[in-house]
């Protein structure tokens, strides 16, 4: 596996299910992102991690919660969802999280929350 | 707060056309500057980028030129081949601390042969 990877790709769920979100970069990187992706609006930067340490949270709801067990793998653990979270999530990572790098992004999981 | 400013699309041109797709920007200080682009079922790629000032970056035959003034960052491309097909993003993160990437809604361009 090269580059930024993200399972599942497509997710279907209800508004009671818990479900996961998972990222995984092969590049070495110190620094991940979670990104929103929805229809008619900018992408919205959610969450930064940088050498494991959550450094961004904009103001994102407590209904998507972020992990990053090491430099490699970040996790979007997401329960009680709401239709308008539908959406496209993307995962990015860089050198070391300075704000001139590079962010490589994943291919993104397509969410539809019903 | 920051914000960027892409021209509405989608852009459709004819294979070896010209190509302009306009990004203002709003920021504090002075801000890095990027192109990414977005091909169909794929995540985004950085296309170019600009650190500062009258910084022009180019890739694969596309540039854009930093240019403080008018707070623009045009992404030009003489000639477009139907591969470039694709969503086009024009983004800026803050100059200093952590890279959070604000951007721009996307502009699609649709180039036929």
Redesign the interface.
């Given at each position: 596996e090269t580059g930024v990877t993200q399972t599942p790709r497509h997710l279907v769920m209800g508004m009671t299910n818990k479900k996961s979100l998972k990222c995984e970069q092969h590049l070495g990187h110190n620094a991940m992102y979670w990104y929103k992706q929805s229809a008619k609006k900018p992408l919205e930067l959610m969450f930064v991690y940088s050498l494991e340490e959550r450094v961004e949270n904009n103001s994102v709801p407590s209904r998507f919660s972020p992990e990053c067990p090491n430099s490699s793998h970040l996790f979007l653990h997401l329960h009680t969802l709401q239709p308008e979270d539908s959406a496209l999530y993307l995962c990015a990572s860089s050198q070391g999280g300075r704000y001139q790098e590079t962010q490589y992004f994943g291919p993104g999981t397509r969410l539809l929350v019903l | 707060g920051d914000s960027?400013t892409q021209m509405e699309g989608p852009v459709t041109l004819s294979e070896e056309a010209f190509l302009t797709i306009n990004c203002t920007y709003t920021a504090t200080g002075y801000p890095?500057l990027?192109w990414?682009v977005q091909y169909p079922?794929?995540?985004?790629?950085?296309l170019l980028?600009a650190?500062k000032a009258d910084d022009k970056g180019s890739n694969k035959g596309f540039e854009a030129t930093y240019r403080k003034e008018t707070t623009s960052f045009h992404l030009e491309k003489g000639s477009v081949q139907v591969s470039d097909s694709a969503v086009y993003?024009c983004a800026l993160?803050?100059?200093?601390?952590?890279?959070?990437?604000?951007?721009?809604?996307?502009t699609m361009l649709l180039v036929s042969p």
């Open positions: - | 960027v890095s990027f990414y079922g794929e995540g985004l790629q950085l980028k650190t993003f993160t803050r100059p200093s601390g952590y890279s959070t990437l604000t951007f721009g809604k996307g």
